[in-house]
C-alpha cells in the first residue's frame, strides 16, 4: 500500500527550528510534485512549501528565508527544514504529493496523516 507518512513534528521554543520529513513508501517509483501545507486551529489549510513538476520551489511569504523544502530522491523522501521558528507557525503539518506507481495511468495524489508543530513564546 502507498502511504506518504511525516514525521519530525513536536514542540520548540520560538526561535529553534525543526526538520519534518515525508517518505513515499510502498510501491513507488517516484515523487513528481510535494507540497508542505499546514493548518490551524480555525483556519485554512494553507500551502507552505513545494517543488511543483518542473518548475522552481516556491514558499509562502510568511515563510521565505526561514523554511526550506528539499528531497531525496533515491529515498523518496522529502523534508521541510524549519528555522527561526514562531508561534504563528503552529499547525499540523500535512505532506502532498503526485507519485509514480506501478500499473497506474498518471500520477496520483496522496495526502500524509499530518503532524504536530507547536511552537511556544
Known amino acids: 500500500q502507498v502511504q506518504l507518512v511525516e514525521s519530525g513534528g513536536g514542540l520548540v521554543q520560538a526561535g529553534g527550528s525543526l526538520r519534518l520529513s515525508c517518505a513515499a513508501i510502498?510501491?513507488?517509483?517516484?515523487?513528481?510534485?510535494v507540497g508542505w501545507y499546514r493548518q490551524a486551529p480555525g483556519k485554512q489549510r494553507e500551502l507552505v512549501a513545494g517543488?511543483?513538476?518542473?518548475?522552481?520551489?516556491n514558499y509562502a511569504d510568511s515563510v521565505k528565508g526561514r523554511f526550506t523544502i528539499s528531497r531525496d530522491n533515491a529515498k523518496n523522501t522529502v523534508y521541510l527544514q524549519m528555522d527561526s521558528l514562531k508561534p504563528e507557525d503552529t499547525a499540523v503539518y500535512y505532506c502532498?504529493?503526485?507519485?509514480?506507481?506501478?500499473?497506474?495511468?498518471?500520477?496520483?495524489?496522496?495526502w500524509g496523516q499530518g503532524t504536530q508543530v507547536t511552537v511556544s513564546s
Open positions: 510502498g510501491r513507488v517509483f517516484s515523487i513528481i510534485a
Open positions: 502532498n504529493a503526485d507519485l509514480s506507481v506501478p500499473l497506474t495511468a498518471g500520477y496520483p495524489n496522496y
Open positions: 517543488i511543483p513538476r518542473g518548475g522552481p520551489t
